[in-house]
């Protein structure tokens, strides 16, 4: 056996040992979900599912995997014998060198809030009523992206301004079903967290002078039921109120709107688009929930002094990552050095590309964190 041949080898077997539970815990998970005790029960059906889903590429690539070993291993034993089966040697050494590269991919480590929804929020920054019509058009442009993979995305509240654009907007995004691995909203939306620029004539420019003004994006992983996130009565004080539309107009004759203040955090959420105050209630929970959720993992990584992915809390310009420049149609972001020129179809929903390019840069970070 000549070195590649023994490297292919040695790069499989450890990777299918590894493997082997992940194969185990997916035939395991395939039996329990015909178990009707499984069935009639949603949260462990639906948990048990996301799971099953999620192990089912990690099991088609060890498969395909032990496949080519197995045929490799065969084709080398015979080569001595039968030249046909020494011509297919390298064609087998390079199809499981492919299958295990694939396989390692599958086996990183994979952020375990990937199978979750959002709550997305956008927030005005520096740039007074041009930063909000730019809220407006990043709302719209993650309100198309939604739609055009499938995914439910509503308005959960929302305080305009008096040009139409928004000074701060909470948006909840819901897969339908459950989503293919690596396709539910936070596997995809958890790159936008951070301060986004936009570079453009405002409408209010009489000069036709380009302005810089920025908008915040924050992503968080949707609350489900079973997660240690615990609201106690006596932690929240409940306070309602007429809703408001711009300019700070009474647009309700009822006090429907409601602020959620939890009292230990000092978090506020408040919530005014839904028409009764129950709505409203149930609305600024899942944004509180989702708050606290991602505070506590903040803490604890903060505490294991984990490198974490920063979402930039703050407004502020210099901090970007990305940017919207009109005059070119260009977009740019500054993490991964992705750049193109159809700023149009991004904010009409073409993300994708844009996603993708965080995506890589994600992957290649994990796969040399790996090799250390």
């Keep these: 056996m000549n070195e590649g041949e023994g490297r292919n080898v040695m790069d499989a077997e450890p990777l299918l040992a590894a493997a082997a539970p992940l194969v185990r815990e997916y035939a395991a998970l395939e039996e329990s979900l015909a178990d009707p005790a499984v069935i009639g029960d949603p949260g462990a059906f639906r ?145 936008e967290g951070g301060v986004h620029r936009v570079q453009r004539v405002p409408v209010t420019e009489s000069q036709g002078r380009i302005h810089t003004s920025a908008a915040g994006v924050l992503v968080m992983p949707e609350v489900e039921a079973g997660d240690d996130v615990e609201i106690a009565p006596a932690d929240i004080r409940v306070d309602v109120y007429r809703s408001s539309g711009p300019g700070g107009q009474s647009v309700n004759t009822t006090d429907s709107a409601v602020r959620i203040t939890h009292l230990p955090t000092g978090i506020v959420v408040s ?49 970007r990552i990305r940017t919207y420049n009109f005059p070119e149609n260009r977009i740019t972001d500054h993490r991964t050095g992705f750049k193109a020129y159809n700023l149009d179809a991004v904010l009409d929903g073409d993300l994708d590309p844009v996603v993708g390019s965080a995506l890589e840069a994600d992957e290649a970070a994990r796969m040399a964190q790996a090799a250390t």
Excluded at 60 to 89: C, I, P, S, Y
Excluded at 104 to 109: A, I, N, S, V, Y
Excluded at 167 to 184: F, H, M, Q, W
Excluded at 276 to 291: D, F, G
Aim: proline share 4%; charged share 30%.
């Design 271 to 319: 919530c005014q688009n839904e028409k009764s105050q129950l709505q409203n209630k149930e609305a600024a929970l899942r944004v509180l929930r989702a708050r606290l959720l991602q505070a506590q993992r903040d803490a604890a990584e903060q505490a294991a002094s984990a490198a974490r992915r920063s979402q930039v809390r703050t407004v502020d310009r210099s901090e």
């Design 47 to 191: 948990a048990r599912t996301k799971r099953y889903a999620a192990l089912g590429p990690v099991v088609a690539a060890a498969r395909e995997a032990e496949r080519l070993l197995g045929d490799l291993e065969t084709a080398r034993e015979l080569a001595a014998d039968d030249a046909a089966f020494a011509a297919e040697v390298p064609g087998l050494e390079s199809e499981l060198a492919a299958a295990a590269a694939r396989l390692h991919r599958m086996l990183l480590p994979r952020d375990p809030d990937d199978d979750r929804d959002v709550i997305l929020e956008v927030k005005a920054g520096e740039g007074g009523a041009e930063s909000a019509l730019f809220a407006a058009d990043l709302v719209r442009m993650y309100l198309r992206y939604a739609e055009r993979r499938g995914w439910a995305a509503v308005v959960l509240d929302a305080t305009g301004s008096d040009l139409g654009g928004y000074k701060d907007v909470r948006l909840s995004v819901r897969a339908r079903g459950v989503p293919d691995p690596g396709e539910a909203p936070w596997a995809r939306l958890k790159y």
